[in-house]
């Protein structure tokens, strides 16, 4: 998102910008429309099945992002009312600063491979989604969560408007009170129904559209 609050935009903006392009794609719809670039709707593909159960990965919540853009101190009060309440949790938290890690959260000064944390995703319970500041749309915690039949706590308010939104299974905050921590811990049997919507074949597809 062109708007997000991450310090590696300043370069990212500067180099589209400067450079002629026949035509940009974007995930981001606030994007398109400020730039007037194409919106690609909604793409998401995972090789990595639901399937595989592991009780060693099994958490109530999980938690998987980089340290920047404005949410740093929300993802830290988040895991602080984790552990208050009792949830069993786990915090991969990417950052180039030097933090102390505990238990539940572990901190990273390099990018993890995602087959590495798709098993943590596979056997929680409830997947987490802090977007940063000025972000306007998902990011893959939502896809997974629709894709792996989990529950999703965000802060992403725009969720309401996308495919597969069910209030029953996807829960809103903007600050830690405001989340029901018994509900991450309850484990309940969801179906979103998903039969691949979100399949890379339909940029595809557009791609080939647009350039014919």
């Known amino acids: 998102s062109m708007n997000a609050s991450s310090p590696s935009l300043i370069d990212a903006k500067r180099y589209i910008m400067q450079t002629p392009w026949n035509l940009i794609y974007t995930y981001d719809i606030e994007d398109a429309k400020q730039y007037g670039w194409r919106w690609l709707g909604y793409s998401y593909f995972s090789s990595y099945f639901p399937h595989n159960v592991n009780s060693n990965m099994q958490?109530?919540?999980?938690?998987?992002?980089?340290?920047?853009?404005?949410?740093?101190?929300?993802?830290?009060?988040?895991?602080?009312?984790?552990?208050?309440?009792?949830?069993?949790?786990?915090?991969d938290i990417l950052s180039k600063e030097k933090h102390i890690s505990t238990k539940?959260?572990?901190f990273h000064n390099k990018y993890i491979k995602y087959h590495r944390i798709q098993p943590f995703i596979s056997n929680t319970n409830c997947i987490i989604e802090i977007l940063q500041q000025n972000q306007h749309c998902q990011s893959y915690r939502f896809f997974e969560a629709v894709y792996y039949n989990k529950k999703l706590i965000t802060?992403?308010?725009?969720i309401i408007n996308y495919p597969f939104?069910?209030?029953r299974h996807m829960k809103i905050f903007d600050t830690p009170d405001q989340i029901d921590?018994?509900?991450?811990?309850?484990?309940?049997?969801?179906?979103y129904g998903y039969q691949?919507?979100?399949s890379p074949i339909n940029l595809l597809n557009m791609i080939k559209s647009d350039i014919l």
């Open 165 to 167: 939104y069910d209030q």
């Open 181 to 191: 921590y018994d509900w991450i811990k309850e484990k309940e049997n969801i179906q």
């Open 59 to 91: 958490t109530d919540a999980y938690f998987i992002g980089a340290f920047k853009g404005g949410r740093e101190q929300l993802i830290l009060d988040v895991a602080k009312e984790m552990q208050l309440h009792d949830v069993n949790y786990k915090f």
């Open 155 to 158: 802060n992403n308010h725009n």
């Open 196 to 198: 691949n919507e979100f």
């Open 104 to 106: 539940s959260v572990k």
